[in-house]
């Protein structure tokens, strides 16, 4: 019996792996939908007492602008990766983490 090989991160003789679809048994798939799910609520949840916080006072000394515009880019794209997959777990949560993160932005840019 011959092994598949391919050229991978661990050098060229690198045994290939089988697609997700061949090492996940279908019948689980559903489940990593609700993980997924679960995952994304946290996540953007996470981020809700920053934003009230910051709106209610108008306090952002302490946040750094830098860090919210280039995590607000990678939300975006998270965003479109999310659209072209079709996985709502990720167009959720990160439309609204975006939302959550260009407001704490712009109230940053806005009150320094």
Avoid: D, H
């Amino acid at each position: 019996m011959q092994r598949r090989l391919r050229a991978g991160a661990n050098g060229p003789n690198e045994e290939a792996s089988p697609p997700v679809e061949a090492r996940i048994p279908m019948s689980m798939l559903p489940s990593f939908e609700i993980v997924g799910a679960l995952a994304a609520t946290l996540t953007t949840i996470c981020w809700l007492p920053q934003a009230f916080r910051t709106i209610r006072t108008r306090e952002t000394r302490a946040i750094s602008a830098l860090t919210q515009a280039i995590f607000a880019l990678g939300l975006a794209l998270w965003l479109v990766y999310g659209l072209a997959i079709g996985s709502w777990p990720i167009i959720v949560a990160n439309a609204l983490t975006f939302v959550l993160v260009s407001t704490i932005l712009a109230l940053k840019l806005r009150y320094g």
